[in-house]
């Protein structure tokens, strides 16, 4: 039983590396696909190869997720409380991809683990909740609009005396490589949240010790669900970012595609930060969009999208403690 309870997690961990690459796929490449500088397919593929060379960049997201939000549990209501994490944050990713709410995959799976921790009177490490999470959940989307805001300032004066035809041709080219950084900063943030989990289920299971280096099999496995699930294509939430926000020009694309890169590189590496793809890169388009004129954004549709970000994890907490409490009456 723990054997299979072991591999049902994995599996689980990995369906949830699946959802999130065609959840969160859109982040990426919306912008490339909406300014037609790269085919949707084109694109897709990019993204996917991408995201695999990304998961390999480094650990130190995956070390958070695996020991700095929650105490890792032992034995079946261990395995228990993760499973239900899982489910928790795959429901959730399911429900808004259907609706076209680029929710973040990120938070409902902290959202999970939280919840179902709750649930099965496991410590929650607040602190690392609030200096990993919840700050980065309010500072990142900030730092992505303003910057997003001065990035595109900075390209309308230095090519203030282009030929416009001319500019949006060579931002075209320009965007397959901010759309690449972009998909590479996705695969280091995403790929490495499930690793944490799976190394998780591995500790938990007792195949592995808490701190030992992440077996390479685990990064593999877990770039590749991301990578299929991203070629998998998230249609509904791409037309979200790419259009129903702002219509976007190639200069506006590349300069939220290098912004949202930016930030997912930095908070990955000096801070080891799992931060949202879906905050970044959505507020970065907002920031950009504004240099246009304050009404050229839709902000109606941003408010939805904002109050998307604020019930995540609750609503994703809710789920994994109910099916924590199913799980604990069915197996006791």
Do not use: C
């Amino acid at each position: 039983m723990d054997t299979f309870a072991l591999v049902v997690t994995i599996a689980v961990a990995l369906g949830f590396a699946y959802t999130n690459g065609f959840h969160d796929s859109a982040n990426a490449i919306a912008t490339s696909v909406s300014t037609r500088a790269l085919t949707p397919r084109a694109a897709l593929a990019m993204a996917a190869v991408m995201n695999l060379a990304g998961a390999f960049l480094g650990s130190g997201v995956a070390k958070t997720v695996s020991e700095g939000l929650i105490a890792t549990p032992t034995g079946n209501q261990g395995m228990l409380i993760l499973f239900s994490a899982l489910i928790g944050a795959v429901v959730w990713n399911l429900v808004t991809w259907y609706f076209g709410l680029p929710s973040s995959s990120s938070h409902a799976l902290f959202g999970g683990l939280v919840g179902a921790a709750l649930a099965g009177s496991t410590t929650v490490h607040w602190s690392g909740v609030w200096d990993k999470v919840v700050l980065p959940m309010f500072l990142s989307p900030l730092v992505g609009l303003v910057l997003g805001y001065f990035v595109m300032v900075a390209l309308l004066w230095l090519f203030r005396r282009a030929n416009p035809h001319k500019a949006k041709r060579g931002f075209r080219i320009a965007q397959t490589v901010s759309a690449a950084g972009m998909a590479l900063g996705h695969g280091l943030q995403d790929a490495q949240k499930t690793m944490g989990v799976v190394v998780m289920a591995l500790v938990i299971g007792g195949v592995e010790s808490q701190g030992d280096p992440i077996p390479v099999w685990v990064k593999l496995v877990s770039a590749l669900m991301l990578s299929l699930g991203t070629y998998a294509g998230g249609w509904r939430i791409m037309r979200t970012l790419g259009r129903r926000i702002i219509e976007l020009d190639p200069p506006q694309g590349f300069a939220a595609e290098t912004t949202g890169a930016a930030v997912m590189f930095t908070t990955a590496f000096m801070f080891k930060a799992p931060i949202s793809t879906t905050h970044v890169i959505t507020s970065a388009i907002m920031g950009v969009g504004a240099t246009k004129r304050v009404n050229a954004v839709r902000w109606g549709v941003a408010k939805n999208i904002i109050l998307g970000w604020f019930i995540t994890m609750p609503a994703a907490a809710g789920v994994a403690a109910l099916v924590y409490w199913v799980g604990k009456l069915a197996f006791g």
